[in-house]
C-alpha cells in the first residue's frame, strides 16, 4: 500500500520543517506544506491529499479554523489540528468544523501518529459508509418497487420517488404522516388474491392493484426500529391473469364441444348404445369424488367416460347392431376399440391421460383384459374406475343381443369379482354410491358436454 499524503499548514518555518521531518520518519509522505489558510484551500484541491495537519493561528486573514471549514465543506477531507491554543473560544469554533483530531503543541512522535492513524481509520470507515449510503440511495431511487420506510413511532422517514407518485406525496410533507394514514387507510384487500395483494386508492382518485411486502427493522438488541414497505403495481399482471381466464375459458368450451362432438359420433355409429358414454361418466365421476380424487384428475377421468368407445366408429354397423350373440371373428373386431379410441386419441393435447384410460378400460387387475394384458400394478387408478363404472352400466342396459340384465344382476358381478378383475375400492365406491341411493342412472344419466 502506498504511503499517505499529508498536508502541512504551518506558519512557523522551523515547525513546520520539524513536523514534516516527523512524519517522513513515520513513512508518511508529504504532499506539501503552506502558511496561509488561503493557500491550505487551493493546495488541497491541487493536491489531493489523504489528511491535512492545520495550525489554527496562520499568517493572513483566514485562520486555521475558518481554512479547515472550507477544506472540509468542499472537499471532505480529515482535518487534525496542531496548536498551542486550547482555551475554550478556540475549541467551541474548532468543533464546529468537526475535526478528526485536537494535538496540542509541543507534542510526541507517538501521540502524533496515534493521531494520525486514528483520523485516517475514522475517516476511511466514515467514507465507506458514506458511499454505500450513496449506492443504497441510487437504488432505492431508481427501483421499480415504491418503497416507504418508518420509524418504531410509525412516522414515515423515507418515500423513494416510485412512492411518491404512487401516494401523491413529496418527501417533506410525508415526514409528518403516520405509514397507516399515508398507506393503510388508502388499501384495501383484493378479493381472492391473497393477504398480500391490495386495492390501493392512487393519488388520481383510481384504484390500482398493488402487490405489499412489509418488514419490522431490528437492532442488534432485538428493538424495533421501524418497518420498510415495499409495494408494486401489478395492473399488468392482473390483467395478464385475467386475460389468461378468460383464454383458459374459452379453451374449455371449445374442448367441451370437441369432446361432445366426439361422444355423438360414437354414438351415432351405435345408437343402441346412445348415453352410454354419458351414464358411464356421471358414475365413473361420482365414484371418483367417492374415493377422494382431486377435481382436476376427476375431470379427465369424466371426459374418457365420455369418450372410452370413441374407437368402435372403426366397427361395422352391422357387427355392432347385430341382434344375436357375435361370434370370434366379430368379438375380436370389437376388442379392438380400445386401442382404436387410443389411436384417436393419443395426440390430442389433453390435459389428463385421456387416451391411456380409454385404451386401459376393459383391463382387469388379474391380467385377463385386453388388449395389454395388464396387472394391477400396471392400469391407471381412473382406468380401474372407468372397467368397473363400463361394467355396471352395461349390464344394467339394453344391448342389441339381450335385454337389460338388472342393477342387480351387475352388482353380483362386480361383487363376485371383487379383488380379482376389479379393484376393491373401486368397487366398493360404487356399491356404496348406488345401494344408498346417493347416485342413479335416472337421475344422474347425462352429463354436461
Known amino acids: 500500500m502506498s504511503a499517505r499524503k ?45 489528511l491535512v495537519l492545520m495550525d489554527i493561528m496562520l499568517e493572513g486573514a483566514m485562520d486555521g479554523i475558518e481554512a479547515a471549514g472550507e477544506i472540509n465543506e468542499g472537499f471532505g477531507l480529515p482535518v487534525v489540528y496542531l496548536t498551542a491554543y486550547a ?3 478556540t475549541l467551541d469554533r474548532a468543533k464546529i468544523t468537526n475535526p478528526f483530531g ?13 493521531t494520525i492513524e486514528m483520523a ?4 476511511d470507515a466514515e467514507r465507506t459508509m458514506r458511499l454505500s449510503e450513496r449506492w443504497l440511495a441510487t437504488t432505492l431511487r431508481n427501483l421499480g418497487e415504491a418503497v416507504v420506510t418508518a420509524g418504531s413511532d410509525g412516522l414515515i422517514r423515507f418515500l423513494n420517488p416510485v412512492a411518491e407518485r404512487s401516494l401523491g406525496l413529496v418527501q417533506d410533507a410525508a415526514r409528518e404522516l403516520s405509514l397507516q394514514d399515508a398507506f393503510w387507510k388508502r388499501t384495501r384487500p383484493m378479493d381472492d388474491a391473497g393477504p ?13 392493484p398493488v402487490e405489499i411486502h412489509l418488514s419490522p427493522i431490528i437492532d442488534d438488541w432485538g428493538k424495533d426500529m421501524g418497518s420498510v414497505l415495499v409495494f408494486r403495481d401489478i395492473s399488468e399482471q392482473v390483467r395478464n391473469e385475467r386475460e389468461l381466464r378468460d383464454s383458459l375459458d374459452r379453451l374449455r368450451v371449445t374442448l367441451e364441444a370437441t369432446v361432445g362432438a366426439l361422444a355423438v359420433t360414437a354414438e351415432k355409429r351405435d345408437p343402441y348404445t346412445a348415453g352410454h358414454q354419458q351414464r358411464v361418466a356421471a358414475l365413473a365421476c361420482a365414484m371418483a369424488h367417492s374415493l377422494g380424487l382431486d377435481e382436476e384428475r376427476s375431470e379427465g377421468l369424466r371426459v374418457a367416460g365420455l369418450l372410452h368407445d370413441i374407437g368402435k366408429i372403426y366397427i361395422p354397423a352391422e357387427i355392432l347392431a347385430k341382434p344375436s ?28 391421460p385421456v387416451a391411456r384410460m380409454v385404451l386401459e378400460h376393459h383391463e382387469r387387475i388379474d391380467g385377463t383384459g385386453y388388449p395389454g394384458g395388464l396387472s394391477d400394478g400396471q392400469i391407471l387408478e381412473e382406468s380401474k ?8 352400466e352395461a349390464m344394467s342396459s339394453h344391448r342389441p343381443y339381450r335385454a337389460a340384465l338388472g342393477l342387480e344382476r351387475a ?25 344408498s341411493g346417493r347416485f342413479s342412472f335416472e337421475t344422474d344419466q347425462r352429463l354436461p358436454v
Open 6 to 50: 499529508i498536508l502541512v499548514v504551518e506558519d512557523e518555518a522551523i515547525v513546520a520543517l520539524d513536523i514534516k521531518s516527523r512524519l517522513k520518519r513515520m513513512g508518511y509522505e508529504v504532499a506539501g506544506s503552506c502558511a496561509t489558510g488561503e493557500e491550505a484551500v487551493a493546495l488541497v484541491g491541487r493536491l489531493k491529499p489523504d
Open 87 to 89: 482555551d475554550k473560544q
Open 102 to 114: 485536537y494535538i496540542i503543541k509541543p507534542f510526541e512522535d507517538r501521540e502524533l501518529q496515534t
Open 120 to 123: 485516517l481509520y475514522k475517516f
Open 196 to 208: 398480500d395483494k391490495h386495492l390501493l386508492r392512487a393519488a388520481d382518485g383510481g384504484e390500482i
Open 325 to 352: 350373440r357375435l361370434n370370434s371373428i366379430e368379438m375380436g373386431l370389437i376388442k379392438t376399440h380400445s386401442e382404436v379410441g387410443f389411436d384417436i386419441l393419443k395426440d390430442v393435447p389433453f390435459p389428463w
Open 385 to 392: 374406475i372407468l372397467s368397473v363404472a363400463d361394467v355396471v
Open 411 to 435: 352388482l353380483a358381478e362386480i361383487r363376485k369379482n371383487r379383488g380379482v378383475l376389479y379393484d376393491p375400492a373401486c368397487v366398493d365406491a360404487c356399491v356404496d354410491l348406488l345401494e
